[in-house]
């Protein structure tokens, strides 16, 4: 279901969906980059994208996902972090605070 619905974005919107798939994709880690890119390689084939564009596509929804998360990333702090991993949300998430001290020690 998945797979079709990708594909459909694709054929219906074009580089606009290729760039909000992967900047999704980006920030959002269990969508495969894989399945996107190479669905809109295959459509490339069959329709009016060419390869520049859904590689251009591709690279800027890239860039836009790595920069929100970038933007996140410089928002909060470790502190910050483990406050809210303390919280009711934070729980959900099953990080500890320790793996934010061994992750941060390790970088």
Not at 9 to 25: H, K, S
Not at 26 to 46: C, R, V, Y
Not at 76 to 82: A, H, K, S, V
């Amino acid at each position: 279901m998945a797979n079709a619905t990708i594909m459909t974005l694709i054929n219906t919107y074009g580089y606009l969906a290729v760039f909000a798939l992967i900047a999704f994709e980006n920030i959002f880690p269990p969508i495969p980059s894989e399945i996107i890119l190479t669905f809109t390689g295959f459509l490339t084939i069959g329709s009016s994208m060419t390869v520049l564009g859904a590689i251009i596509a591709a690279t800027l929804g890239s860039v836009l996902g790595a920069g929100l998360l970038y933007g996140v990333g410089r928002l909060i702090d470790t502190t910050r972090l483990e406050r809210l991993l303390n919280t009711r949300f934070g729980r959900l998430t099953r990080i500890k605070p320790q793996h934010i001290t061994k992750a941060t020690d390790f970088f």
